[in-house]
């Protein structure tokens, strides 16, 4: 990695324990930013803050359940305490869940949206003061390319989704005065092991075996492949770096021109 473009500044990076939001936390340690990795796994959590120390910055592991308001208050303010300023903020704690609409539950409709809405939502708003008061600062949430399409039984999922972008286009409006960039990333099928459970479950529902409907989704897709996190991680890194300061408020498809198709 030879460019370094986030050296002594401090990334907070939600769901960082495995996939993309590992990548990401990796991407921002070897381009020199302290890191605090939020999860609420917290053995792979500490796993991932560990192989950051080699890069040679801070990085610390904190339990955080997005979804509950005190817990994100508390752990944006051990961050605060710790390095005094957050630079950026990547929300990219989710889960997928997905049936028929007349088999979802209210229960799994209100987990979704808790995790994957309500929690970008709490943590948006936990960081909004720190960066006001800074004038400066990056949030990429994580929205998907369910987020812009949808298919059958995946209607929890594409809603939550769908409302990360509005989200970040109201914090975009909201933080720009403050100089506050506010984006959203809408990954295709990343090689996860999220993905590699849906594949499970919705192959098995399919009369397919999981590898099969990987290639399947990867043949819908024009490049012919799913992504891998660290694809996704790069363009994240691009949005909250000087290089993207004019942009903001957008929802930017990494999904090899799935969505386009």
């Known amino acids: 990695m030879?460019?370094?473009?986030?050296?002594?500044?401090?990334?907070?990076?939600?769901?960082?324990?495995?996939?993309?939001?590992?990548?990401?936390?990796?991407r921002?340690?070897?381009?020199?930013?302290?890191?605090?990795?939020?999860?609420?796994?917290?053995?792979?959590?500490?796993?991932t803050a560990r192989s950051l120390h080699q890069y040679g910055v801070d990085a610390i592991a904190l339990h955080c359940n997005v979804a509950d308001?005190?817990?994100?208050?508390?752990?944006?303010?051990s961050i605060l305490e710790r390095w005094g300023r957050i630079d950026v903020l990547v929300t990219s704690a989710g889960i997928y869940t997905g049936a028929p609409l007349v088999d979802v539950s209210?229960?799994?409709?209100?987990?979704?949206?808790?995790?994957?809405?309500?929690?970008?939502?709490?943590c948006n708003q936990?960081?909004?003061?720190?960066m006001m008061q800074?004038?400066?600062?990056?949030?990429?949430?994580?929205?998907?390319?369910?987020?812009?399409?949808?298919?059958?039984?995946?209607?929890?999922y594409s809603a939550s989704k769908s409302g990360v972008i509005g989200l970040t286009r109201s914090v975009a409006q909201e933080l720009a005065p403050y100089g506050v960039t506010v984006n959203a990333v809408c990954p295709g099928n990343t090689l996860t092991e999220m993905v590699r459970g849906v594949a499970e479950q919705v192959g098995t529902r399919d009369g397919m075996t999981a590898e099969e409907w990987l290639q399947m989704r990867a043949n819908d897709c024009p490049m012919k492949r799913l992504a891998e996190p660290w694809e996704i991680a790069g363009v994240i890194a691009f949005l909250a770096s000087k290089d993207s300061?004019?942009?903001?408020?957008?929802?930017?498809?990494?999904?090899?021109?799935?969505?386009m198709s």
């Open 2 to 26: 030879e460019q370094k473009r986030f050296v002594g500044q401090v990334a907070v990076i939600t769901g960082a324990a495995k996939g993309i939001g590992q990548a990401t936390a990796i």
């Open 28 to 47: 921002f340690a070897e381009e020199g930013a302290n890191v605090a990795c939020l999860d609420v796994d917290d053995v792979a959590n500490e796993a």
């Open 69 to 77: 308001m005190e817990n994100v208050k508390t752990v944006f303010a």
């Open 106 to 122: 209210l229960e799994q409709w209100q987990r979704t949206i808790d995790i994957n809405l309500t929690g970008v939502f709490l």
């Open 126 to 130: 936990a960081v909004a003061p720190i």
């Open 134 to 156: 800074q004038r400066s600062g990056s949030i990429v949430n994580i929205s998907s390319m369910a987020g812009k399409t949808s298919w059958p039984g995946t209607m929890e």
């Open 245 to 259: 300061r004019y942009i903001t408020g957008q929802a930017i498809e990494v999904d090899g021109g799935m969505v």
